[in-house]
């Protein structure tokens, strides 16, 4: 086969090679199943894919790593002496190779912190630990409320979309009674004219819907770590909202396990290990060193010494002890700062969970069923002549208006929930 003919060959191979691919490619992003259906998948699926969550891990096993070597001795040192080398007392010329000079040594020294350093060192660096510790907890956290919170929004878009289609249809129906009436005489033109133009404003209305649909499509898909055009499938059903929550409970766990809180007091916690260890540098570390003399003509003989720091400069000395308790002072009062804001966000999740509950209570027993009664009573008074067209319009629009606050109502009481429970740390 001539060279030209196997190039032939070879590249056709390899377009065909390249259309199965493409096809493969494409047969599995059709086949490819939405997301967005079941709100626990959504979170497990996001927590394994989130780099926030990845990254702040990866911080907790550094800061794991760091608790030995904060408390482990400090490497010895080890010197080379070479005594005299210009080998002045043997007449021999100079040398800087071992043995060849006066007296060579070889000292090993290793030094020894003050009895408790390096236990507080380790303390300060197990609080390090702590406060990462509480940092992936509070990352996992928002990954939820994220997810969570962008499932509620787009099953929100995607109920007033159903509802707008829903009294879409409905006046969709009622739209050729209104022109049959209109053409044998029996309503005016203005009739005809109404309906036509509630119509339209439902069709802008719903314009506007989808939009906020697709836009709680693609943050769900960031939540998600998706690309935004990924598919989703329609979320069918908030999960279900607990009907009471005690205040004071809340606050309970907020103080137990609210991950913010748990951060700071390890903070808290740090600081006042480093002040003991700030204090501890009063005393003196030492050293220990163990020398072996070995003469170019003679006995070898074995020295041992005893090295002690001075701490002689007093003012630094003091200065850091100040400042070590000017950070403890600090690291409180973060604590106590944070639990009164945490306080107060706490109480308005609560009132707000509370007026929404109130107020989806109210609308779904009592101003729905009136509204669905009123515009009944409308649509047979306007059959038999006893009301007017407009009055039909205004109650399918309070039919509308009151659903769409229900479903609004349902979401907030949900959302409020979700907050709650990222300041909390805790289920509810």
Request: glycine share 6%; charged share 25%.
């Amino acid at each position: 086969m001539s060279s030209t003919k196997r190039v032939r060959k070879l590249s056709a191979l390899r377009g065909l090679a390249c259309a199965l691919l493409s096809a493969t490619s494409v047969s599995l992003l059709a086949d490819e199943a939405p997301l967005g259906g079941n709100l626990p998948d959504l979170i497990q699926y996001a927590l394994t894919r989130s780099p926030a969550l990845s990254a702040s891990g990866f911080e907790v096993e550094a800061a794991q790593a760091r608790v030995e070597p904060a408390g482990a001795l400090p490497d010895p040192r080890f010197q080379l002496e070479l005594m005299d080398a210009t080998n002045t007392m043997s007449g021999r010329g100079a040398s800087l190779v071992p043995g060849e000079v006066g007296q060579t040594r070889y000292r090993v020294i290793q030094p020894i912190p003050f009895p408790g350093k390096r236990d507080l060192r380790a303390a300060v660096a197990e609080a390090r630990v702590g406060q990462a510790d509480a940092e992936q907890t509070g990352t996992r956290l928002a990954v939820e409320t994220q997810v969570k919170t962008a499932f509620a929004r787009h099953y929100q878009a995607a109920g007033q979309r159903q509802i707008l289609e829903g009294t879409l249809s409905l006046l969709g129906a009622l739209e050729p009674i209104v022109l049959t009436r209109y053409s044998v005489g029996l309503v005016p033109q203005q009739d005809a004219i109404r309906v036509q133009s509630e119509i339209s404003a439902l069709r802008v209305e719903l314009l506007e819907v989808e939009r906020r649909e697709r836009e709680a499509a693609a943050r769900m898909n960031a939540a998600l770590t998706r690309p935004a055009d990924a598919p989703l499938a329609v979320p069918a059903a908030l999960p279900a909202s607990p009907e009471h929550l005690n205040l004071a409970q809340l606050r309970s766990h907020l103080r137990e396990a609210s991950p913010e809180l748990a951060r700071l007091r390890a903070g808290q916690l740090a600081a006042g290990h480093t002040r003991d260890l700030t204090y501890r540098d009063r005393y003196p570390d030492m050293a220990l060193a163990l020398t072996n003399n070995r003469p170019r003509s003679g006995t070898d003989s074995w020295d041992v010494m005893l090295e002690v720091t001075i701490p002689f400069q007093q003012s630094a000395r003091r200065a850091r002890e100040r400042e070590a308790e000017r950070m403890q002072d600090a690291a409180e009062a973060r604590v106590a700062a944070a639990e009164a804001a945490l306080e107060g966000r706490i109480g308005e999740a609560w009132a707000g969970f509370e007026a929404s509950r109130n107020k989806a209570r109210l609308l779904r027993h009592t101003l729905l069923p009136q509204a669905e009664a009123a515009y009944a009573a409308a649509e047979a008074g306007y059959e038999t002549g006893r009301v007017n067209f407009n009055t039909v319009i205004e109650a399918e629009r309070q039919i509308l208006r009151t659903r769409l606050a229900l479903l609004d109502a349902d979401v907030d009481r949900f959302v409020r929930v979700i907050e709650l429970e990222q300041l909390t740390g805790a289920p509810l």
